[in-house]
């Protein structure tokens, strides 16, 4: 069974920040938190992850809680081609990248 | 990122028959590939893991005889449906493992549709 809890649906206006919440509260401490996406019939899509500090990169920034129980993804201005549904994953490091995926975030990017 | 490309990108068959699914990392050598399967407005579901030189891992309820894998490779997984019939009309999607000096992360193929008349 998938470890995280991501509401099943959000919508965004084009151009605002997209804010994704993602609850992992059984995380272990040497699990990382990852984030995909999946636009209708493609395979998913690596945005981004992390272990314990925030983390930036071209696509997205992640915030991890300090606690590590969540975490939120932040698309800074979303656009219409960033609607897909989003994955939230923890994963143990040096497994082998065993992802067991939940049923995401649909996130809709409206004009 | 790293690049992982799958063959066909669909697929129609007849049922009875067995249909091949080829997975390539382009860029990178991949120890380790994952199949997963995902039916209309569901999640991705693991099947199974793909080790290179070795026999592949399945996941509960998967038939291991019925979802044959081959790693020959290090750039090449194959997933042969056996038999199919249409309830394995399916979004197939293959991944493969990139490590780094302190994390890894998993790139997916673009998947094939089966469909199984």
């Known amino acids: 069974d998938a470890k995280t809890t991501q509401p099943p649906s959000m919508d965004c206006a084009e151009g605002r920040a997209a804010n994704l919440p993602c609850n992992h509260s059984t995380i272990s401490g040497n699990e990382y938190v990852y984030w995909y996406r999946q636009i209708h019939s493609q395979g998913p899509q690596y945005i981004i992850h992390?272990?314990?500090n925030n983390e930036t990169n071209e696509m997205a920034s992640l915030i991890i809680t300090e606690d590590r129980k969540s975490s939120t993804l932040i698309l800074p201005h979303a656009t219409l081609r960033d609607t897909a549904v989003y994955y939230c994953i923890v994963s143990i490091y040096n497994q082998g990248g065993k992802l067991i995926f939940g049923q995401g975030t649909e996130l809709s990017v409206k004009p | 990122g790293a690049v992982v490309s799958q063959h066909p990108s669909r697929v129609i068959c007849k049922s009875g028959t067995s249909v091949k699914i080829e997975c390539r990392s382009l860029?990178?050598?991949?120890?380790?590939m994952f199949w997963y399967r995902q039916f209309p407005k569901k999640s991705l579901m693991l099947m199974a893991t793909?080790?290179?030189?070795?026999?592949?891992?399945?996941e509960q309820g998967v038939e291991k005889d019925k979802f044959l894998i081959n790693h020959a490779s290090l750039t090449l997984s194959t997933l042969t449906v056996t038999s199919a019939h249409p309830e394995d009309s399916s979004f197939y999607i293959c991944s493969a493992t990139v490590f780094g000096e302190s994390q890894e992360t998993q790139y997916f193929g673009p998947g094939t549709r089966l469909l199984v008349l």
């Open positions: 793909s080790n290179e030189g070795s026999k592949a891992t399945y």
């Open positions: 860029d990178f050598q991949a120890t380790t």
């Open positions: 992390g272990l314990k």
